[in-house]
């Protein structure tokens, strides 16, 4: 496995994909939603309410399914992610959002709702790379320090 190939990949992907599904689950009840992400290396943020229903979800497990890529991206080639999420409200973290990127949901970075989910990949499945013999599951512990 060229893990320097895989992490390059995986970049490409969460690079031009920004908009993907985060799929939770409540009572062994799947739900899935379309969300807007944002990304520092490998690690995975989107802006959301705080008294949306997927805050009680990952409260209650905090593990959580993502797809991202496919239309943006050559060749279809996407990422489905498995993550540990964390629900976090780091001034420094929605700054970084606010100032960087859409600015769309909430009115102001102070608002009281404004809340971030980071998630944080457990393994990560590459589909259809033009670069790689797919699909590639990888442990992000083998690729991403």
Do not use: C
């Not at 520092?40 to 979800?57: F, G, M, N, Q, R």
């Not at 909430?106 to 797919?134: E, G, R, Y």
């Amino acid at each position: 496995m060229d893990k320097a190939k895989i992490s390059e990949e995986i970049q490409k992907i969460l690079d031009v994909s920004k908009v993907g599904v985060l799929s939770t689950s409540h009572k062994n009840v799947p739900n899935s939603r379309y969300m807007v992400f944002y990304h520092d290396e490998a690690i995975l943020y989107t802006k959301t309410d705080d008294d949306s229903p997927k805050v009680e979800e990952i409260e209650s497990n905090p593990q959580a399914h993502i797809l991202l890529g496919y239309e943006e991206t050559k060749n279809k080639s996407f990422v489905e992610i498995r993550a540990k999420v964390e629900i976090i409200n780091d001034q420094e973290v929605i700054d970084w959002l606010w100032e960087t990127q859409d600015k769309t949901y909430f009115d102001s970075k102070n608002d009281p709702d404004l809340t971030v989910l980071k998630l944080t990949p457990v393994q990560i499945k590459i589909m259809n790379s033009a670069n790689l013999d797919t699909p590639v599951t990888i442990k992000t512990e083998d690729i991403l320090e």
